[in-house]
């Protein structure tokens, strides 16, 4: 078990689908299989929008202590005063309005990935965290993985001398064969009610590579802003299917190709027969990072010149916690991220800032501009509604 020493924080997750389990059933797991004794983690409310009945339900499959609180409203979790951090877990189109609502009572807040709609609500979202003096963080859980740290450093370290290009794909290759792709036009994934579009959901972990390989490592007073230059395809829904972006950084020289699609697939064996997901070029060598793009578990350093004897290869496992049913997937590593930062009276992550969120959403939002994607008002407005129906969720 983690020292009884540990700094414990007390979870309150907002919705009850697909990534609200994942990211519960890490927290759950047992911090010391990953090496980690100075914080843990407790789950001590869920909500649901749908019914009290529907949160009582998650938290007993994600085997929550019996302490734990079911409420079936999102306000009731936000007003709870055992709630340390509040992890937004509903759809990109509700993000907005829920972690306003969060933030707005008070609470510190982990937000799911894509951060918002639109660039200018991210911004609010951001002035809001810094107005009630709490912590806000987007979960982009890659960003934390022990991969990422490392390729950052060797990155730093000149390993592969100066970096001038970035190709990062993550496209699912969901085509069905007749014109579609094999989600329903209702599902969040290409629903424009939701925010859906490959874009959002999938290209941000392109984007990710992008910025954590060009941007986060320039030095502060050299940050730049990019140009951006897109090409978007449109399901017949309204979202977008495939989406290819250059990101070009002009003072620094460099490129970053960012590619998302539901219609091809980046890994279609699951094997990386394809290669890498990632290529990050240097000036005297490439980092490989094999995908999928959100998981990655081996990347492949490679110096110019090389006889092929020098290609090291690194794995990074996703420690299981065999105690647990072999839960884990690596979404406890940001969890540690936000009770560090918690603990040390931080605001924001060193390794995800509010600027870098911003500059990623203005990226993501120029691109659909560019590509004629819009949004419904209720979900790219950028006026704070407590009564919303993405908050109260009477749909
Ligand atoms: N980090 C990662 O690896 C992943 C991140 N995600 C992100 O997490 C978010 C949620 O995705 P996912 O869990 O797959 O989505 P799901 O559809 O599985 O769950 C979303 C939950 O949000 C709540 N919700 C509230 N209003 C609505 C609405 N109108 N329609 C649908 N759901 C609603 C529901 O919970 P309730 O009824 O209990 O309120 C629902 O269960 C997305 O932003 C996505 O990008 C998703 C997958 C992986
Ligand atoms: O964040 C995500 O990562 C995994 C994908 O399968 C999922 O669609 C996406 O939301």
Known sequence: MASSTAYTVRWGIMATGWIAEVFTKDLLTNPAVRGVQDVRHEVVAAASSSSKDRAADFLGKVKAPSSAKAYGSYHELVADPDVDIVYVATPHSHHFQ?????????KNVLCEKALTVTASQARKLVE???????????????????????????????????????????????????????????????????????????????????????YHVQPEEQKEKPKVVAAVNKYHTGADETTSIIVQFPQHKSHGIALTSLRVASDPDGKNSG?????????????????????????????????GGEVQVVDCPIPKDAERDGWGQGMFWEADECARCLRDGRKESATLPWSESIAIMEVMEEALRQGDVVYPDVISTDVYDPQSPLNTGKR
């Open 98 to 106: 829920n972690a306003m609502l969060a933030l707005e009572a008070g």
């Open 128 to 214: 809001t965290a810094r107005s009630k003096g709490v912590f806000f963080m987007e979960a982009v859980w890659t960003r934390y993985f022990p991969l990422s740290i490392q390729v950052r450093n060797l990155i730093s370290s000149g390993a592969i001398g100066t970096v001038y290009r970035t190709i990062a794909d993550l496209s699912l290759g969901r085509d069905s064969g007749d014109g579609k792709v094999d989600f329903a036009d209702s599902h969040r994934m290409v629903n424009p009610d939701l925010a859906g579009g490959a874009l959002l959901d999938l290209g941000i972990y392109a984007l990710t590579w992008v910025f954590q390989t060009l």
């Open 275 to 307: 290669g890498a997901a990632i290529r990050i070029q240097g000036s005297t060598g490439e980092i490989q990072v094999m995908g999928p793009a959100y998981c990655p578990l081996q990347y492949r350093v490679i110096k110019k010149g090389g006889d």
